[in-house]
């Protein structure tokens, strides 16, 4: 365990010296399965993970001649959506092609894609770097922000599965036949292509993670990436610090978590940069990321690479798409991370960093903003401390996500309403926190039966610090006698006898009073 972490340590140290002479140039093509369409982007199958093979196909995702493709409108309408929330062109003018080669996944012997007129070019989106996410890795310099270039997003058809059976089963090696799935093949996808301004392995997780809550927002997939609806395949090169021109690139595949995208960039920058500086070239190939073994190796050559003959797709015309069209897609734009972050800044309070936190999940944003609500804005800022300490920390120890949680914000905005009432202190809260969480009780009910409520009433408390005072003459002398410090003995000792439930801002307010007066 130990020994692991060690290695782990020693690969981040390296990766930091390399990318002291050496800087690295990352570009993502991203996939994502159009998942949340009820049909198929050019039938009328039905969209859907798993089940049983080959149950949701049909002559046209079968490839079956004399098939006819129609587009899907929803599909066509989800991409032109992704584009304008990463600030890109709408095409006025595009079009089909058909992508030409053979996998037995790809009953057609082509893929429908797009190529020189995509729906949507020429975007952007800013990502933030550092610390407002968690501890910094050692690729990154500080908090900054930098803006990615979007080279296009286009649409196409996903293919089928392959199952490799016998042997060791579902792997390649040993496998005796191979078997095919329809299922999926067929679905709508989408493919986001960057510019190559990502220099490093953070940034391209960073990245990913805000491209695939854009997507969650606006609705379009459940962007699973261990189900692979969501895929990033990354193209990396190396240059030495200050030159201009681009290295040669490898392509890596394979990667079904952020953390598997930045640890195979890691350890691909590193394999690169060292060959370099032993002379030795980098060729230009597609290498598979290998997360047991933590190793990138050679999948094939650019040498073996498809020529794709791409043409105009022959049975469909081509697309116009009206200024107004766009427009009113436009409008069913819902509001964008960025500008929720912003809003609940603003409108209520929250220091950046929290409203950041908060918002990089739509669960825990959602769940914020309903706790709000009930509690009332102005507790608004106790809602979200609670959020990112008790809250965050119970979900962590259970691995789960907070929509799986039985803590509901209604439960949070009542704790948050005690607190603020003076029913219980924040430390007795803390307590009713973590009972809440075992049983699912509401916090009101925990502290009746628990009978914590915390104890106001001035008389009540005045009689406790008489007593305290009356038991302890050396120390008030010591006190009145300028050892202001000792005043939390005191109260120390008030709370002790009161078990722990009185308020301890009047406890210190009385005290002063009997003790100064
Ligand atoms: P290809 O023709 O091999 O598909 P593209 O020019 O279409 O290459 O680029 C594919 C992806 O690779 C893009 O994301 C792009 O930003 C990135 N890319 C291009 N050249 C480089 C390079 N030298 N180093 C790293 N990434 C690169
Ligand atoms: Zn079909
Ligand atoms: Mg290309």
Excluded at 17 to 23: A, D, G, H, I
Excluded at 138 to 143: A, L, R, T
Excluded at 197 to 205: L, Q, S
Excluded at 220 to 237: H, L, P, Q, T, Y
Aim: one cysteine or more; hydrophobic letters at 40%; proline letters at 5%.
């Amino acid at each position: 365990m130990s020994n692991r972490k060690e290695v782990r340590a020693v690969a981040k140290d390296r990766l930091a010296e390399v990318l002291q002479t050496w800087e690295a140039v990352i570009g993502l093509e991203i996939h994502t399965e159009l998942t949340t369409l009820a049909t198929k982007m050019f039938c009328g199958c039905p969209v859907a993970f798993g089940g049983e093979p080959n149950t949701r196909v049909c002559p046209v995702c079968l490839g079956m001649p004399g098939a006819l493709p129609v587009p899907n409108e929803a599909a066509i309408e989800a991409t032109v959506l992704a584009g304008l929330a990463t600030n890109c062109r709408i095409a006025a003018w595009s079009q089909f092609h058909r992508k030409n080669y053979f996998y037995p996944d790809m009953p057609k012997d082509y893929q429908i894609s797009q190529y020189d007129l995509p729906f949507c070019e020429d975007g952007h989106l800013d990502v933030d770097i550092g610390a407002v996410y968690g501890p910094p890795q050692p690729d990154q310099e500080s908090d900054y922000a930098t803006r990615i270039g979007i080279t296009r997003i286009h649409l196409e058809e996903d293919t089928g599965k392959m199952v490799h059976v016998g042997g060791s089963e579902g792997r390649i090696a040993g496998a005796t036949h191979s078997l095919v799935d329809f299922n999926r093949a067929g679905t709508g996808l989408i493919e986001l292509v960057t510019e190559p301004d990502i220099r490093t392995p953070e940034e391209a997780r960073r990245f990913a993670q805000k491209l695939r809550l854009i997507w969650l927002c606006l609705g379009i997939s459940d962007c699973n990436m261990e189900e692979g609806s969501m895929r990033v395949d990354a193209n990396v090169s190396v240059r030495r610090r200050g030159e201009g021109a681009l290295g040669v690139k490898a392509e890596v595949k394979n990667m079904n978590s952020f953390k598997s995208l930045h640890d195979a960039l890691a350890h691909e920058i590193v394999r690169q940069a060292e060959l370099l500086e032993s002379n030795g070239t980098v060729v230009q190939e597609t290498r598979h990321w290998d997360a047991g073994a933590k190793r990138t190796s050679s999948l094939r050559s650019k040498e073996e690479a498809h020529d794709y003959r791409y043409f105009p797709e022959p049975d469909m015309v081509p697309f116009e798409f009206a200024p107004e069209w766009v427009e009113s897609v436009r409008a069913r734009l819902p509001e964008l991370p960025d500008a929720r972050k912003t809003r609940l800044a603003s409108d209520l309070g929250l220091p950046v960093h929290d409203a950041t936190v908060l918002t990089s999940d739509l669960d825990m944003a959602d769940f914020f903003e309903e706790a709000a609500r009930i509690a009332g804005p102005e507790r608004a800022r106790q809602v979200s401390n609670i959020m990112l300490n008790e809250l965050s920390m119970h979900l962590n120890a259970a691995g789960i996500g907070v929509a799986a949680s039985r803590i509901s914000p209604a439960m949070i905005a009542e704790l948050v309403g005690l607190v603020d009432e003076g029913a219980i202190s924040s430390k007795q809260a803390k307590d009713v926190f973590a009972e809440m969480a075992e049983t699912g009780e509401a916090p009101g009910a925990i502290v009746e039966l628990r009978g914590m409520k915390q104890v106001s009433d001035t008389a009540v408390i005045e009689e406790v610090v008489e007593r305290v005072i009356a038991a302890n003459p050396g120390q008030v002398a010591q006190y009145q006698g300028g050892k202001a410090g000792l005043l939390g003995y005191f109260v120390g000792q008030v709370m002790r006898e009161m078990g722990g439930q009185a308020n301890p801002a009047v406890v210190n307010e009385v005290l002063k009073g009997k003790l100064d007066g």
